[in-house]
């Protein structure tokens, strides 16, 4: 490989045409339950009233398959069930109901339990919760579960996965994301919250290597999301608890599996990040996420991972081995046929940066990134005026998901604000 490597979000799948939505709010109270409500669900009795659209059952399925099947008609993004409710999915960032009956524990269960592997099951009764992926028909769409007991109940979220990886150019990232996918060492995170598409930018830049490069790229997830194709690179993926005891011992087999890219799904610990680390020092290229909302305060994020006497040591780790932080949030869009677009926020590891990581200066990284944007670098602010200036979005929103409101408004003017004196 050349020099850096990137990894591109997604943004929540187009809707086919307009649809009429309405929130929760409006909604009634609740769907009146009906004299069958305790009976075992069954491929044609999920129907009820009063919200959207069921899909239609499909011979031999489990009844299950019938939630996620309304939640592909609709092209939502999340499942949520639980008793006491209907079925309820999330449709263009609102959570919205399902036109089923008030689904009771029994009916969860009965749901659930049949699709469960005995592994699962154990899991959840051990331990209060389980995550697995879940596919519809012949890798026809695929579910990220996680299944967990509320007030000592069932309850489910699924998160769809889009089957087919997205360009960079698809979920309109910044040109600086191809960069990032040709180190050839080194650590690239990708920060932001939960949902914010983290997975799909990674999956995107993975793709995008893996249609360039004769490599082995490795991943290491719970569960398995985006299923790639060896294309001029071989691609393994092991699943954490399925292909492989647990996190650490995947991350300890890795580095010994003659991998050139590892993809380590979440940081989620000391152990992992410092197993990441390691298999970067060792020549390694690694991408992982993190829960940051932005990319300077990534590099606080990692350090709460450690006690303080460690801290040192930690930023000395950082400022030689991380290569780039992507920080990304996903914001709705006008154009027609796409619900959401990534907003990015890209720190590339430049001299200036690297002195104020191991100075202790996280308070002049912002200011650094905005100096650095011949090298590719943008704040949230630009990269939110860049989309209202392509149509994107449109400047109400562009406001609101600023990081300083004024600012942007400036910035759309054409008034740049002049960063200060940062070392």
Partial sequence: MSEPKTRVV??????????VVT???????????????????????????GGLK???????????????RTVMLHEASDLHL???????????????????????????????????????????????GADYAYIIGADECRFRVNLFRQRGKLAMVARRVNTKIPTFEKLGLPPAIEKLCHYEQGMVILAGVTGSGKTTTIASMLDYINGREALHILTIEDPIEFVFSDKLSIMNQREVYLDVFDWHMALKHAVRQDPDIILVGEMRDQDTFEAGVHAAETGHVVFGTIHASTAASTISRILDLF???????????????????????????????????????IMIINPTIRD????????????????GFLE????????????????DIDKATGLEFAPNPEQLKMAIKGIRVAAPGIL
Avoid at 104 to 119: A, G, W
Avoid at 356 to 366: A, E, H, M, R, V
């Fill in 376 to 391: 590719g670098m943008v704040d949230f602010t630009e990269n939110l005026r860049l989309l209202i200036e392509r149509g």
């Fill in 23 to 49: 929130p929760v709010a409006a909604q009634p109270a609740a769907v009146p339950a009906t004299a069958d409500a305790h009976a075992t669900p069954a491929a044609g009795n999920l129907d009820s009233g």
């Fill in 82 to 128: 639980k008793a006491g409710l209907p079925g309820m999915m999330r449709l263009r960032g609102v959570i919205q109901r399902m036109n089923t009956k008030i689904l009771t524990q029994e009916d969860l269960e009965k749901l659930i339990y049949p699709v469960l592997t005995e592994k699962q099951r154990k899991k959840l009764e051990e331990e209060g």
């Fill in 356 to 371: 104020l990581i191991l100075k202790s200066k996280d308070d002049k990284l912002l200011d650094a990134i905005r100096i």
């Fill in 54 to 68: 069921v899909a239609q059952p499909m011979p031999g399925e489990p009844p299950l398959n019938q939630l996620f």
């Fill in 307 to 345: 006690p303080p006497m460690m801290h040192h040591a930690v930023r000395q780790s950082l400022a030689f081995n991380l290569k780039a932080v992507v920080a990304q949030k996903l914001v709705p869009s006008i154009k027609p046929g796409v619900q959401r677009v990534p907003t990015n926020e």
């Fill in 10 to 19: 997604t943004p929540v799948a187009a809707q086919a045409g307009p649809r």
